[in-house]
């Protein structure tokens, strides 16, 4: 019997070439596991009604760790129509899968490391000295789901009779507006503040930063903050800051350095992170893990890219330094160190780049080659 059993999920798009790309890097590392397929993804909504079908749920709960490719998203206001006739008109509404598993699974930390590596013709302004690390609330704050268009008129009535502000809202007809909820707990943001500290007092960082919107978004934020402030206290030696979700994005940018492991609410966490790979050489670069205590699923952040798919030209390294991240997660911190050397020093010879880094390889040569190194 195999040490571990890894769900692979490759789901749509370039999502399975960018597995594939990492099964090759997987292979060579002689990772002891078993990997068990399981169908997620567009085609299963277009065929089932649920594109995140019971089976892969299950699969789930009997797994050490997963490795997931990508999801094409249904367009916002698209109707059900690429629905089999005998599912069309029931009513379903698409929840994306990955947002679901986060919550199903509570896998409440979204780790994206974002470091940039030597030789990389992608880094921004040619620094090759960012090293930044996300934490993003995985599971509540806008990805909360709840979610009202039109509004009903008891919600209506309540916030009518509850809230100032409103008042502004009251003539207008119930299905002239939506209302999206930003429910944030104090346990949730608890627990990944206390993951980015116990992060960086483990490997050495200097400092945390609160990313907010606490002076407009008081309840949410507010409650975010104030629970970073007493997260704090339990960790004297580690510096803590805060910052606004609008001025972090300019001062990120301005003074990279300043910055070290960033910790922030659901949405402000997802714009962030896209920001912070786009300074290490964009979403070819961007990996991630989403964790928590007993499950964690590592994915590329680029999403299944349509107009790609099927071409094999996407950067596999993305996905291969998730699979690197699964890799620490299980234990085996030996191989994802040989396999982030081996991504490095395949970075920095230049000499089997993706279209994205100014070179013509496929996917699975660049893959190869990092396969090559190790
Ligand atoms: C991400 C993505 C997802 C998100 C989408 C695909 C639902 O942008 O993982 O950052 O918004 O969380
Ligand atoms: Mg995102």
Redesign the pocket.
């Known amino acids: 019997m195999s040490k571990y059993k890894i769900a692979w999920l490759p789901g749509d798009g370039v999502g399975v070439e960018v597995l594939e790309a990492s099964k090759i890097v997987l292979d060579k590392i002689n990772l002891d596991a078993e990997y068990i397929h399981g169908d997620i993804g567009w085609e299963f909504w277009c065929k089932e009604g649920d594109a995140f079908p019971e089976r892969t749920i299950d699969l789930l709960k009997n797994v050490n760790a997963a490795m997931f490719g990508a ?1 094409t ?1 249904k367009p916002v206001k698209a109707a059900n129509t690429e629905l089999v006739p005998e599912l069309q008109n029931k009513g379903l509404i698409y929840r ?1 899968p ?2 679901r598993m986060r919550q199903l699974f509570n896998l409440y930390i ?1 780790l994206r490391p974002c470091k940039a590596y030597e030789g990389n013709p992608l880094n921004y302004y040619g620094r090759n000295d960012i090293d930044l690390v996300v934490f993003r609330e995985n599971t509540e704050g806008m ?1 909360s789901g709840v979610e009202f268009n039109p509004v009903p008129e008891g919600l209506a009535e309540f916030l009518k009779a509850n809230s100032k502000p409103f008042a502004a809202f009251k003539d207008v007809p119930l299905d002239q507006y939506a209302i999206s909820c930003k429910i944030n707990t104090r346990k949730g943001s608890e627990k990944i503040i206390r993951a980015a500290f116990e992060f960086a007092q483990k490997f050495n960082r200097k400092k945390v930063t609160v990313v907010h919107k606490a002076n407009v978004v008081r309840a949410t934020d507010g409650l975010f903050l104030e629970t970073a402030k007493e997260v704090k206290k339990d960790f004297p030696d580690i510096q803590m800051d805060d910052a606004n979700i609008d001025a972090i994005t300019m001062w990120l940018l301005k003074n990279p350095k300043n910055y070290d492991v960033l910790v922030a609410p659901n949405l402000f966490g ?1 714009i962030i ?2 920001l912070c790979a786009q300074m290490v050489g964009g979403l070819g670069f961007g990996c ?1 893990g989403n964790i928590g205590e007993k499950l964690a699923v590592f ?1 590329p ?1 680029h ?1 299944s890219a349509p107009k790609y798919a099927g071409q094999y030209k996407v950067n596999p390294i993305a996905t291969i330094l998730s699979a690197k991240m699964m890799l620490d997660w299980l234990g085996e911190t030996e191989m994802g160190n040989k396999v982030e050397k081996a991504t490095a020093d395949v970075i920095k010879e230049g000499k089997f780049r993706t279209y994205d880094m100014g070179g013509s390889n496929t996917t699975l040569e660049v893959a190869k080659a990092i396969a090559d190194k190790i």
């Open positions: 999801i998203s994306s990955i947002v979204c990805y997802d992170s896209d991630s994915e952040t999403g």
